[in-house]
């Protein structure tokens, strides 16, 4: 085996150890975008229904609409561990 594949599984091996904390302290950026902070359809329609509400409750119906969320902005920054791109 290559030092150089050797010297990656070491490091992934490392950082898959680190807790959530300690591995944001290893991102190149540190302006990025936790998952939580965007929310899924069924929390965005309920925010903008009770807009003069400070706090909504969301039931979890596990249906598509907590799963799915939609995000605008620079894709680099979710702190996500993969992005796929779905070609054709």
Do not use: C, H
């Not at 050797?6 to 950026?29: I, T």
């Not at 902070?37 to 925010?47: A, G, L």
């Not at 598509?64 to 702190?79: A, N």
């Amino acid at each position: 085996m290559s030092k150089k594949k050797k010297d990656w599984k070491n490091e992934k091996e490392r950082l898959l150890r680190l807790d959530r904390e300690e591995r944001r302290k290893e991102y190149r950026r540190q302006d990025f975008v936790s998952l939580d902070k965007i929310p899924t359809w069924r929390e965005e329609n309920s925010i903008n229904d009770n807009e003069e509400e400070e706090e909504t409750q969301v039931t979890s119906g596990g249906g598509l609409s907590d799963k799915v969320s939609l995000y605008k902005g620079d894709i680099t920054l979710l702190e996500v561990d993969a992005i796929v791109n779905a070609g054709r």
